[in-house]
């Protein structure tokens, strides 16, 4: 029995289904990967009912549990801190500067790290806090005498 090879046709198509393999796998590689790209700094915020801070331009000097401070992301000590937010006053006379604390954090280090910011002629300074909960009671604040 022959077989006329002139009667055969060539399938000219693209297999779809190889394609939408290797696109789901992509995608579910991106899903994943995608939540670690962004590494943030774990603090307890204290709560505050008025906030009220708007984007825009600004510098973020955090104060971990530890007492380190950071600018953005990078660790600082309060003399390169001075030193670096001199540097963005000059590039940027109107800059802002946001302060986030840890709720742990003894009031005479972050008054030291405020002290730094005004050095460095920075009035534009802000704290952060979280939005206040109406249901969630805080603790009372206490003087100690």
Same mark, same amino acid.
Request: glycine share 2%; aromatic share 4%; charged share 25%.
């Given at each position: 029995?022959?077989?006329?090879?002139? =009667?055969?046709?060539?399938?000219?198509?693209? =297999?779809?289904? %190889?394609?939408?393999?290797?696109? +789901?796998? +992509?995608?579910v590689i991106?899903?994943?990967?995608? $939540?670690?790209?962004?590494?943030? +700094?774990?603090?307890?915020?204290? /709560? !505050? /009912?008025?906030?009220?801070?708007?984007?825009?331009?600004?510098?973020?000097?955090?104060?971990?549990?530890?007492?380190?401070?950071?600018?953005? =992301?990078?660790?600082? =000590?309060?003399?390169?801190?001075?030193?670096?937010?001199?540097?963005?006053r000059q590039?940027?006379? !109107?800059?802002?500067?946001?302060? @986030?604390?840890?709720? !742990?954090?003894?009031?005479?280090?972050?008054? !030291?790290?405020?002290?730094?910011?005004?050095?460095?002629?920075?009035?534009?300074?802000?704290?952060?806090?979280? %939005?206040? +909960?109406?249901?969630?009671?805080?603790? $009372?604040? @206490?003087?100690?005498?």
């Amino acid at each position: 029995m022959i077989i006329e090879s002139r =009667n055969r046709q060539f399938l000219a198509e693209i =297999n779809v289904i %190889p394609l939408v393999d290797v696109v +789901l796998v +992509l995608l579910v590689i991106f899903m994943v990967t995608a $939540p670690m790209l962004h590494r943030g +700094l774990d603090l307890e915020l204290p /709560s !505050s /009912s008025s906030n009220t801070i708007q984007a825009q331009e600004r510098l973020i000097v955090t104060i971990q549990r530890d007492r380190t401070v950071f600018l953005g =992301n990078d660790a600082v =000590n309060l003399t390169e801190l001075r030193t670096r937010l001199t540097q963005a006053r000059q590039a940027n006379p !109107s800059i802002s500067v946001y302060l @986030r604390a840890d709720r !742990s954090i003894p009031y005479g280090t972050i008054v !030291s790290v405020m002290d730094e910011i005004k050095r460095a002629k920075i009035d534009r300074l802000g704290m952060v806090t979280e %939005p206040k +909960l109406e249901h969630v009671q805080e603790e $009372p604040i @206490r003087s100690t005498q």
